[in-house]
Structures are given as C-alpha cells and as structure tokens.
C-alpha cells in the first residue's frame, strides 16, 4: 500500500518492486525479491533515480541452500544481500532474527506482505527515540513481513528526514498466532553491504579510560562489539562506525550506526565467504529471552543510521547536530550550561554544613555559577558501605535540614545541584530493611557487592514508586536546580521475583525499560531541573541517556592529558553540549601526572565546564587563573556548547593534539591546541584549521594580527614552541 505525501522522501517502484529513500543528501535502496525476501541494495551519496542496475547477481554455490520446494540452483539467502533475516531460513550468517516456537523450532521464514508510506515518525512505546518538531520533516516506511507458518509478523521502520543524511530504523514484532513464542534475539538493524575493503571504528575503554578510537580491518568472520554488564558500560560503548580504508577526518565515506538504548547491546560485523559485508545493531542477545503471547508485541530500541562522503568529522557533525537538535529534550537542550564546582574531591564524604560553605563562599568570588553537593548528604553515609536507598537528609551534617544550606548556597548567587544514585541499594539501609526483595538477587545465592553495594529491581513498579516517591518528597522540599544521576556499578544476581522461572530472560530489558519510565517521570515532573548523567564517570554515555539527560559526566578521570584522549574519542559520536569536564587538582588523583592549570583550563573547557576540587586551597596566582578562565568560557560557551566542532590533530597518532569551535554563521573560531611530550630538538609542524569562510579574514584577538580564512585553511601557521610537558595554546580568532 502506498498513501499519496507531497514532496515524497520515499518512493515505492511497483513494476521493480524497489523502495527508493531519499534526500537531497542520500539514498538507501532496497528491493521485493523473488519468495518475498527483502534484498538490500544501496545506501550512501544520494542518486537521482534508480534504474535496477544492481539487483543481486545469481550463482550456483556449493553448499548454500535454495528456497524450499524450489529447484533453482543459482537463488539462495545464503549470499543474498538480506534487509532483515532470521535463524532456519538457508542464510548461514548471523541472523537478526531468532524466534523460538512453542514446539521449540527456531525456524522462520519472513517475507513481504505490505507496505505504508506515511508522513512524520511513529513514537516507540517505552523507549527514548529521535523526535520531529513538525510531521514535514521525515516520512516513515514501514514494511510488514510475515512468517507464513507462525504468523509471527515483523514491521520494519525506515525514517528517513528531510533534510538531515540519517535513517532511523527499528523493528516492531507482533505474535499473530495462537500459540506463545520467544524472542531470543530481534536486531534493530541489519544493513548487508557488497564486497568491499572496509575498516570498522569502535570505542572500547575501561573505566577511566573510556571511548578510545579503535581502528581495525573488517576480515573474514564475524567481530562483535558488546555489552553484557546491563549497561551501555565503560568496556564498549553501543557506537561503531564503518569506512573506506582512506577515510580521515575530512575526507572519505563512513557509515555510523548509534543505538538510542542505555542497556545490554551488540553491534556484529561479519564478512562472508564472498567478501559481502553484514552489520546487525541492537540489544545483546545473551542473557535475553523475551515471552511473547498471543496478539502481544515487542518494540525493538532505535538505531539512527549515518553516512558521510565528508569524512569523519562529516559524520559527527551530522550526529551532533541530530542529537542535541532531535534527541535532547527539553528546557536545558539549547541553554547554556552552568559552570559549577563539585565538592567530590574537595571533601569527599568528609563534611558537614559549616564544611561546605567556605567553599560555596569562594565559588561566588570566583565567578562560578554553581555549587554541586556530592555523594554523602543522606542516610547516615559517611563511607560508601551503607545508605544507598535512603534519600532523606543526614541529620548530622545538616541539623537544619538540607533546605537552609540550599538557601545559603542561593543567597550566594549561586544554583544548587545534589548527587544521587537511585538505581542502588546498601544492605544497611532502611530499604533493605524493610524491603530486601526490591533487590536483584538469585534465590539460594549470596549476591555479589561492587563498591559495597547492590542493584535495584528498578523493572518493578513498586520498587520505582518507591524511589520515585522518596525523590520526589526532598525536590518539593527543597529547592535544586540540578541532579547528577549517578550509577556506580554493573548489573549481577540477574533475578527478578516479580518474575516467573520462564521469564527471567526478560530482567536486563525490563530493567532498563523500568529506568527510562522512572526518567520520564520525574524530568517531566521537574522540568526547571538541569539532570547530568553518571554512571562511574562514562559507563552510561549513549543517545538513550541523553533522551533524558542532556549531559553526563565524560568519565571519572580528570587528569587533562588522559581527557584529551577520552573527550576526542567521545565527540566522534556525541555532542560537546553533552560532555561534563571539569579542572580538578594537580597532581591529579587518579594518575599523579602534574599539568599547569592552563592546560587543565583548556581540556575542561572544551566540553561543559567546572571544577571539582577545593576552592579555598588554591593560591592567590591560582585563583587569578582561575576567574580569567570563568571569564574566558562565559565569552566562548555558546560556541563551545553548540558551535561546530572539529577535531584537527588525534593525541593517539602523535605527541599533538588539536580541535577547534566554529560559530554557526562561521563569524568566531576558537581553537585548542596541545604538545603533550617537550623534545629537545622539536619539529616545526603547521596547525592548519577547517570550517571558515575561505572569501573572509579573520583576525587573531591576541596578537591582532588578520589571516584569510583560505590561509587558515590551506597554508595553516607555525605555532611557537613552549618549554615543558604537557602545554596548552588557545587561539581566538574573529570575522574582521
């Protein structure tokens, strides 16, 4: 079926049998085959029209399955370029697809039924999603397959916008039949390419070391990037990337493939027999067995497909833009970020009201903008053995309540944000007390602690009430003005009791489909509420979070040089509106690497800016440092939040590193550059920039002097050479 849309982004070609998605920007092709099955043809730079000269060449391969009760030798799914395809169907490869039937079959065959064609994009229940403004910015092709035998019914999702090169794709299972069946795995995306050399880009890490580029051949077989810790996780982060072997920065082709979803994932790339290419996105499926009933449905999690012909820095500002324009919400999606101090490694958990206030007194001289009260406010938490579950105010560190110093910090000048951890519970704890069931736990077993501490079954709706209900008491109670939501370990004891034995498969999904519902609540409740995400530092830094949240904290280490690297990492798929960075104390606590404040200035700046140590410590040259620096950002912080960025020089390949801001309308440009190691005879490099107005000059606002944006460009400019470790130059430059 195919509705009548003006201006149409999606074409359907009936004597072909081939959907045409376009753009001014791209296209993605694929077409009806013979049995049904959906073969894929193109995506990448957009094409005018197609004229079927890629329909699948045929062959007669050994050992490759034909369709059944046919006699062709030279048709099988074994070698077919699939949309979507599934286990016990001839195709030998990784499947998306595994259904198990109630006679414990996992054999299915899908092929085409309908089609629609419909202006806008459909919500997906539950699950966080890139959004439209207005129904005339995308059109949605959904293509309904069917297993004959099952009837189990799969709707494939294709939302291709108007004027942005990004596909946002997902799957839509209902169980048609009479019988009950189990999803064992149900891939969001599959997208099969043709033989070609290509390369895949991950971002694997560890806690405090998280988001690196990794770079490697795509080789015969299958490699799998995953998560089995219930989380995004430090470990791999659910993005990965595929490019042309020559793709730089700016220049060559890049597929992205980013999965809005804050839980277990699996991105699989496999290269067959015949060189052909298969990418699969979606939830992990190990520890993953979802019941699905009769007339019942399950709603995959979202992948929003990119390409760029411009290189990496193409891609990211695709998915910068998509993700702060389309998939951040709310009042705090295009405001400017407030700078703030944490008390974290000020203090610790050691503090009381009197404690803190010298260092709020000293955030308003300054030039700050907020006070940040960390972990050990509630309960009785004076180590991190105990109170996690309990959010009412520890009456020894604020006998007048939490209220007061909230005021005093306001009559500072200053806003107030407070630290949780809501998805955790400490054995000593009011909650546990009166509620140990509220705790992922396998019955007979002693669960396992991380950090002295364990998970909340946050998939039950009484436990999130619960936690919803205490939240909600101190927000009405007090005035905050930002939540850092923290989540400090991973997921273990995978039990629920809200559920039967043949449904704990279903605990990892539900737990993060009960997290997102808690969020939807209580951001919507509180709207004036700036909310960070925290997970460990960046163990759950993905565009589901950010559904909710406009910013998380980019990691736990703060050391300047190992930021670098772990903020370049990150901005290849995230934006820098959404990378808390903050200057904390040297010589650093997690690496005891000494960096000038200069330096620690300029990589916290270049992302959501503060400063996590003690205030009142700092020198009297320090403090000047430091209110130039607060100054400096409040004058660039628009351009850094939500200006282009573009990074210049990776830390990984060499002793450089360099990225720079450009405003929207190309008027300011503000570049950091960095030399990691002195040398004692040291290289004469050019730094040359990108994104200007090559017909306008610029003048560098320090030394006064005016450049072509062409020069800057092309011919770039010497920087002067610094004595020392670890050193810092910032360049502001202005449209004369």
Known sequence: MNSTVTEQLIDFNEKQRVFHLHNNLISYIFSIEKGGFLSHLYFGKRVRNYHGQLKNPQRDRGFSDNLPGTQ??????????????????????????????????????????????????????????????????????????????????????????????????????????????????????????????????????????????????????????????????????????????????????????????????????????????????????????????????????????????????????????????????????????????????????????????????????????????????????????????????????????????????????????????????????????????????????????????????????????????????????????????????????????????????ETFHRYVLGLYKLLEELTTEYPNILFEGCSGGGGRFDAGLLYYMPQSWTSDNTDAVARMQIQYGTSLAYPVSSMAAHVSVSPNQQTGRTTSLQTRGAVAMSGVFGYELDLTQLTVAEKTVVKKQVSLYKKIRPIIQYGTFIRLLDPSKGNHCAWMFVATDKSVAVVFSFKLLAEAQPDFKRLKLAGLDPQKDYQNTTSGEIFGGDELMNTGFYESIQPGDFNSQMYYFKLV
């Open 72 to 505: 062709d030798r030279t048709y099988s799914l074994d070698f077919l370029l699939q949309e979507y395809s599934s286990q016990g169907d001839g195709d030998f490869r990784k499947p998306a697809a595994v259904i198990r039937q109630a006679n414990g079959s996992q054999s299915t065959f899908f092929v085409y039924r309908a089609h629609t064609i419909s202006s806008g994009k459909p919500k997906l229940e539950g699950l966080p999603a890139a959004y439209l403004l207005d129904g005339s910015e995308a059109q949605t092709l959904t293509v309904t397959l069917e297993d004959e035998l099952s009837h189990v019914e799969l709707e494939l999702m294709y939302t291709i916008y108007r004027d942005r090169p990004v596909i946002a794709r997902s799957v839509k299972l209902t169980n048609k039949g009479t019988t009950t069946i189990n999803v064992e795995k149900l891939a969001s995306l599959q997208l099969d390419l043709p033989a070609d050399r290509k390369q895949v880009i991950s971002l694997p890490g560890a806690h405090m070391n998280e988001r690196h580029l990794e770079r490697e051949n795509v080789n015969f077989g299958v490699k799998s990037f995953s998560s089995r810790r219930g989380t995004t996780s430090h470990q791999m982060n659910n993005f990965i990337a595929l490019c042309d072997p020559n793709t730089d920065e700016f220049t060559g082709d890049v597929y992205g493939f980013s999965l809005v979803y804050s839980g277990n994932h699996k991105e699989e790339v496999e290269k067959d027999p015949y060189g052909a290419i298969r990418i699969l996105v979606g939830i992990n499926d190990e520890q993953f067995d979802w019941q699905v009933k009769s007339k019942q449905s399950f709603q995959t999690p979202e992948v929003l497909l990119t390409y760029s012909d411009n290189g990496f820095n193409g891609l990211s500002h695709t998915l910068h833009k998509l993700l702060r324009e389309r998939v951040a919400r709310g009042k705090f999606q295009y405001a400017l970020r407030p700078i703030l101090v944490n008390n974290w490694e000020a203090t610790f958990m050691d503090f009381n009201e009197d404690k803190l206030k010298p260092l709020v007194a000293e955030a308003k001289q300054l030039g700050l903008e907020m006070f940040v009260l960390d972990d050990g406010w509630f309960g009785h938490r004076d180590d991190d053995r105990s109170s996690l579950g309990d959010w009412q105010v520890f009456q020894k560190k604020f006998p007048a309540g939490l209220k007061r110093f909230a005021d005093y910090v306001h009559t500072n000048h200053l806003k107030f944000g407070l630290w949780f951890e809501p998805e955790m519970i400490s054995i000593d704890s009011e909650l546990y007390r009166q509620h140990p069931d509220y705790m992922l736990q396998v019955p007979g077993r002693q669960p396992s602690p991380s950090r002295d501490q364990y998970v909340l079954d946050i998939g039950r709706e009484a436990v999130r009430e619960n936690i919803h209900d205490q939240i909600s008491q101190l927000l009405d109670s007090c005035p905050i003005d930002y939540i850092k939501w923290d989540m400090n370990r991973h997921l273990t004891d995978i039990y629920s009791k809200a559920l039967p034995a043949e449904r704990q498969g």
